[in-house]
């Protein structure tokens, strides 16, 4: 069993605040420079793709492939703009998730609100359900029905999660605000003003370039989009000695070490997705924009020795961790939990 020593890492941890604090500037130019670079990319292969439409729909879509990860690059653009980290200025920050949204599809608000809780109840059982991938610990699981279990064992399931079930959450969940709460109450009408504003915008892209090649082109690319964008923060809240504890006796600076994962890509990798690689800095401080995490880790290796550092190939053995078993301290398969009931 993997184990980590609490007191040594807030020890080691305790002027976190100071040493992030000169990264939590945003930089002008760096913003503006990621706003160009992604989106002239994005324009880039969006035309390209809607040139091939009607000469090979499959180059077209074999496209979609790369612009899924530039449409995930703007998604952390609109990410960083909910924390107000990205500029500055509020009002630009608002402006451009705004945009940033329309090529999403994902509701600029209410999402960055939903993302907030999730920080503040990162690796918390009881929560695990808002703004996070859900997670059941293997007595919540062994308590419910069997339809339940059977849908709990789809909703898990890669085939599904890193699928449709990716499009499903970017088209479909986020176009209700589900969550009924006072939390929530501020944000819900600005989910029906951007449904409102998408409706509007694709109808008027749909009536200019023909509603089957627009429609069928951004679905495309949001079907990418959504795949990646799952299985990155699914990987980087759920492997098999992730932290996660109750709300009682749960800890900011221990969920952000061992709560998140750093995901360790080469230098495109990390590009393409906007860095969010670098998880474990990200949720101790999600004021740095995202331009500046490469530069807190090579500067600050304290942080590397504290979280659960993955690789791609590591990685993939994370579609395995399941359930949080809490006598074992470990996230546990549908399998091994079957081994361990006997």
Known sequence: ????????????LRNWNSIVRKYQMPNTKDAIIQLANSFSFYLALLTLQFYLYDKSLLFSALIAILNGFILGRIFIIQHDCGHSSFTRSRTANDIIGTICSICTLIPYKYWAKNHSFHHAHN???EFSDIGDIECLSTEAYAALGWKQKVWYRIYRNPLYLFTIGGFIYVVVYNRFAFIDSDYFKKVKRSVTISNLMFVALYAGFAYLLGPGRFLIVQFINLLFFGAYALWFFYIQHQYEHIYKSGKDNWNYVIAAMKGS????????????????GYHHIHHLSPAIPNYNLPKVHKENPIFEKHTNTITFWQSLKTVQ???WDAQRQKMVSFSEYKRNKK
């Open 123 to 125: 690796g918390q059982l």
């Open 1 to 12: 069993m993997s184990s980590f020593n609490k007191e040594q890492i807030l020890e080691d």
């Open 261 to 276: 994962t750093y995901y360790k890509l080469p230098w495109i990798g990390h590009w393409l997705t906007g860095n969010i």
């Open 321 to 323: 961790a399941n359930l």
